[in-house]
């Protein structure tokens, strides 16, 4: 106690210089309207900027959400597009008809959102990992994609996290095609530019550009048509070959992939029932 009674003591004239500033302080800026306005400007200046600083570390911590909502909103603008485009195809096909149905259309796809948690580029075989799996809803041989193009497929499931081919994989084929155009070939990786892949076996008939789009064909329960895919850079054909082969710049930059789409096709085990069934009569 006599120890705090001689810091008192001592720094008392401190004490009671703060004091005498503070109390000129409260009278110079109550009692003239000049000073009263400048410590009330400064005042909200310093306060709109503790504002807005603890607005933008606020915001920061809250990126992750943002970005989940962005994906979820661009996936169902993504699917919705897919869904018109099979509507206008049905119009097209019926335009004669007195009766139309395309409810099937509208509904026989639908995203599940998904995080990459491993992810190879540069090896012979890549393949990716996401973070959702069979409770998720996802299953084998559903197709993958992300905002900017197909991704791969899966291949093994688990209760919570799931492997995918990925496009990178030269055991992946895919059916595809020059967009605008019915003539379809297949999607395979060469094993060499990781940004690149080859369209091959597109039939000698088939007309493109380079730079034109080729997307999915939509000839299978696997990807919807009209996927992007990647642009064309350049083609070849050998004088003896019936067909070109296109290579092709892929839309999906593989080595940022972070957040993809799993695609179920709610049609998928009728048609795989049907195929099945059709391989059997073959047989027989």
């Known amino acids: ?38 410590y009330l400007t400064s005042a909200n200046r310093v306060a709109s900027g503790l504002y807005s600083t603890t607005n933008s ?8 959400e943002i970005n989940e909502d962005l994906q979820r909103r661009n996936s169902d603008l993504e699917l919705e597009i897919y869904r018109l485009n099979d509507v206008i195809r ?114 000698k008939h088939s007309e493109f550009t380079p730079g034109d789009t080729i997307v999915t064909s939509g000839y299978s329960s696997v990807f919807p048509e009209g996927v992007p895919v990647g642009t064309v850079l350049s083609s070849t054909r050998d004088i003896e070959d019936n067909f070109y082969t296109l290579r092709v710049k892929l839309f999906t930059d593989f080595s940022t992939l972070s957040t993809v789409r799993v695609i179920r096709d709610n049609m998928r085990d009728e048609l795989s029932a049907v195929e099945k069934e059709l391989e059997i009569k073959n047989i027989k």
Request: net charge negative; glycine share 8%.
């Open 57 to 64: 570390v606020s915001s920061y911590f809250f990126l992750k």
């Open 90 to 203: 049905n119009y097209r096909e019926k335009a004669y008809a007195d009766t139309m149905s395309v409810d099937s259309a509208l509904s026989r796809y639908h995203f599940v959102i998904a995080h990459v948690i491993n992810n190879s580029v540069n090896r012979a075989h890549n393949y990716i990992t996401i973070q959702k799996g069979r409770l998720d809803g996802i299953e084998p041989e559903m197709g993958v994609m992300d905002q900017n193009g197909i991704v791969g497929i899966v291949n093994v499931v688990g209760d919570h996290t799931a492997r995918l081919i990925s496009v990178l994989n030269p055991y992946l084929r895919l059916s595809c095609k020059v967009k605008g155009h019915d003539q379809v070939g297949s999607l395979v990786w060469d094993g060499q530019d990781p940004g690149e892949a080859l369209l091959e076996e597109l039939p």
């Open 1 to 38: 106690m006599s120890e705090l009674l001689k810091f008192l003591v001592r720094f008392s004239s401190w004490f009671l210089f703060f004091v005498y500033l503070i109390a000129g302080f409260v009278l110079l800026f109550s009692g003239n309207p000049f000073q009263h306005h400048v």
